[in-house]
């Protein structure tokens, strides 16, 4: 009994964070320097916390290009992989300061990560 007390009193001491946060793979690394994931908090772009199926520049609380605007685009796994292949081609006039990832691997990595997060 004395053990499953101590053991229940451990839990309550663990950090609660978004189950998500706990597997940001290292692929994401570089996006997680201007994109936070947790829900509620914008940084210096874009929440992602969501962006699964999310209508592009809807995101309250943020002030997107007027290209992105006007883009149209919502983010599902072929537009991501634009993108994420070359966010200024894909649309010109976005403010995104960001080459794209060359790498279809890493880039599909990327991808997959975002879509979970819903």
Same mark, same amino acid.
């Given at each position: 009994m004395k053990t499953s007390l101590s053991f229940a009193a451990a839990l309550l001491l663990l #950090?609660?964070?978004p189950s998500h946060a706990q597997t940001t793979p290292p692929v994401f690394a570089p996006c997680a320097a201007c994109h936070s994931i947790a829900p509620g908090k914008t940084s210096f772009c874009p929440n992602l916390d969501g962006v699964a199926h999310r209508k592009a520049a809807s995101l309250s609380g943020y002030?997107?290009?007027p290209a992105l605007k006007a883009a149209g685009l919502t983010w599902d796994a072929p537009t991501l992989d634009r993108w994420l292949t070359s966010p200024q081609k894909l649309v010109l006039?976005?403010?995104? #300061?960001?080459?794209g990832i060359a790498d279809p691997v890493r880039r599909k990595q990327v991808v997959d990560y975002l879509l979970t997060l819903r």
């Open positions: #950090p609660i964070v002030i997107y290009s006039g976005t403010k995104m #300061p960001f080459a």
